[in-house]
Each structure stands twice: as C-alpha cells, then as structure tokens.
C-alpha cells in the first residue's frame, strides 16, 4: 500500500470567475507545510520557518511543472530533485535548501518511508468507502505524523467535496492509539468540533471511557 501525498494535476489546479487557471492555494498550503515538516525535524522551533515554507513552495511549483508532461502526480523524488538544483535568489536560503534537500533525500532512501509515501497511490481517491490502517506505525512517530496530516486533509478534503446536505460518516477505532498522538488527537478533536458543519457524524470507539476524560480534546 501506497499514498502519494501529492495532488493529481488536475486537482491542484483551479478555473477562476474569468476563466483563468490558479494553483489551489489551499492545497498548495497543505503540501508545503507537508514538506517543511518532512525537511525540518525541528520546525515549530525554527527561526526561519518563513523563508522555509517559501523553499518548500517554489520546488512544490516546479514539481508540478517537471511532471506536467509525464502524466503523473508528482512524487517525494521530484521535489527532492528540485531542492538539489535549487537556485536561491538571496544567500540565506541556500544552507536552508541544503539541509531540506539531505533531510528528504533520506526519506526517499529509507525502505520503509519511500513505499508508502514516495510512490502513485493504490488506491482509489474517489471512491466513497475508505480504510485507513495506521498499525504498526508507532515504531515511526515522524512518517505517522506525514501520514496523519496527509490523512487529515484528504479527509476534510472529501468532506467538503460533496454538498452539506449529504450526510458523511468517520470513525474512528482503538481511537485511545490516536489519542496519544498529538496530531492525531487534534484531527479527531476538529472532527468533532466542526464536522457536522459539513454533515459529518464522528464516531470514536475505545475500550474504556477514561481514555477520553483523560485527554486533552475531552471538550471536544
């Protein structure tokens, strides 16, 4: 199994009021901080998390315009194979474009990481029944963390795809595992806050109910 965090061309790409094209900014947004976090062990405590997120844009960008012509989405590769051509425009990014291009170059060398996340997606994104199965993934708190946002967003992503009126359902299991993650909590927890906006039920089942009276997102 396989998920290509990576958008399709066809969905990174918008149709504005005039008829023009315009990258999806949100998804853009996603990918590049994606990114950052794979580059940049220790982001949140980053001086230059700025001039990071705007590396990570730029060879997101050209990614996308080197595999155009492939007919592919892009994969890890392509964005590592930027940041190692990369061309600073000012002297301050370019330690910051080295270390993001060791630290995702290693990520695509490591055997574990690289298939599941460096490859085309087997699986269909369209399809309107999903499993996601995280077991196994503690032993790699870093790749659960990628696969968890790239999760998140896909989820939100085909939650608001279809109309509020449509009712969507989530649930989550042995959710006390996902309770002990930070990221993981922080998805349930906005599930539970905001799903129903979009007409989505949340369901989260756990041996024992302490397990959410002793966590953090309890008042979600």
Known sequence: ISFNPFFPHE?????????????????????????????????????????????????ILQAYSGTKAKGRAPLL???????????????????????????????????IRSRLIDRPSTFSSNAKFQ????FGLEKDKDLATVLLLSVSFYVWSTIQKYPRDVTKFVLFDECWKLLTHPV??????ELYRTGRKWGAATWAITQNLNDFLNSPIHGA
């Open 184 to 189: 993981a909590a922080d998805i349930v927890a």
């Open 77 to 111: 590769r392509d964005v590592v194979e930027q940041l190692q051509g990369y061309q600073a425009s000012q002297p301050e990014y370019e330690p910051l474009a080295r270390d993001m291009f060791l630290q995702l170059q290693a990520w695509t060398k490591d055997p």
């Open 11 to 59: 969905e990174i790409i918008l149709r504005r009021g005039d008829g023009r094209a315009a990258v999806d900014e949100e998804k853009v947004s996603f990918l590049k901080q994606l990114v950052a976090v794979m580059a940049v062990p220790n982001l949140a405590e980053h001086s230059k998390k700025a001039l990071i997120f705007d590396i990570a844009r730029t060879v």
């Open 131 to 134: 499993v996601f199965d995280f």
